[in-house]
């Protein structure tokens, strides 16, 4: 039914126009397409971004962002989808839901634990990720920020490093934990060193360590 609904819409608009569009899929990120020449963005995921790294089981940093773009390139590069617009963000992108040969994209990436539901806009994945994150697929087996707020972290102006290129963070907590972020975990970005309250910048992690300061656990 729900495959005929899709058939009946696209014979009934000539154009899609604002409807939807259809087309050979040319993949930009881990939840944007391009399409017939226009950006579509995955209504109801969100994915990481393509700057993004996680950390495994083992502590080691990953570029999840490039994980999820490759796997989705693989799976769907090339082939033709058919969307329906649910929505234009405020870039001007058609949100919608797509499908290839009755895939539906956005669940196809949150079932793999490649993308989240995007609860802010819709629940249609809610019980999709739900049963990602029992089963630990894809990014669930890491640690992993939430991609919206790696967005505003990265929107916000980094805090300069002072000079000799010291870049790790030694932050002391609001119950005097001395605990230090290198780049690329999850706080990082978003840490912010005030000599005042006696916190500081190392140049290695051996340094940070003597100093009483211990490794941020993600």
């Known amino acids: 039914m729900r495959q005929a609904a899709f058939a009946l819409l696209f014979c009934c608009v000539a154009t899609y126009g604002a409807a939807g569009v259809a087309g050979r899929i040319d993949v930009v990120d881990g939840d944007t397409l391009r399409i017939a020449g226009e950006k579509v963005r995955l209504f109801g995921i969100d994915a990481p971004e393509l700057g ?21 390139r693989q799976a769907f590069q090339g082939r033709y989808a058919r969307c329906v617009e649910e929505d234009r963000d405020r870039y001007g992108r058609s949100v919608a839901r797509c499908e290839v040969a009755g895939v539906d994209l956005g669940g196809w990436l949150v079932e793999r634990g490649m ?51 010291c870049q790790i963070k030694g932050n002391i907590s609001s119950k005097g934990v001395r605990i230090y972020h290198v780049q690329g975990q999850e706080h990082y970005e978003r840490t912010r060193i005030s000599a005042q309250k ?14 009483g300061w211990r490794r941020a656990r993600r």
Not at 198 to 211: D, H, L, P, Q, T
Request: hydrophobic share 40%; proline share 3%; with cysteine.
């Open 198 to 211: 006696g916190e500081r910048w190392f140049c290695s992690e051996a340094e940070a360590v003597a100093a």
């Open 52 to 72: 993004q790294s996680c950390q495994d089981e083992n502590g080691e940093i990953w570029s999840c962002g490039h994980w999820v773009r490759d796997a989705l």
């Open 115 to 165: 993308a989240f539901a995007y609860r802010k806009y819709s629940m249609i994945y809610d019980l999709t990720e739900k049963g990602a994150v029992v089963s630990g697929r894809g990014l669930h087996k890491s640690r992993v920020q939430a991609p919206a707020a790696f967005r505003a972290a990265r929107a916000k102006p980094a805090q300069a490093a002072p000079e000799g290129g």
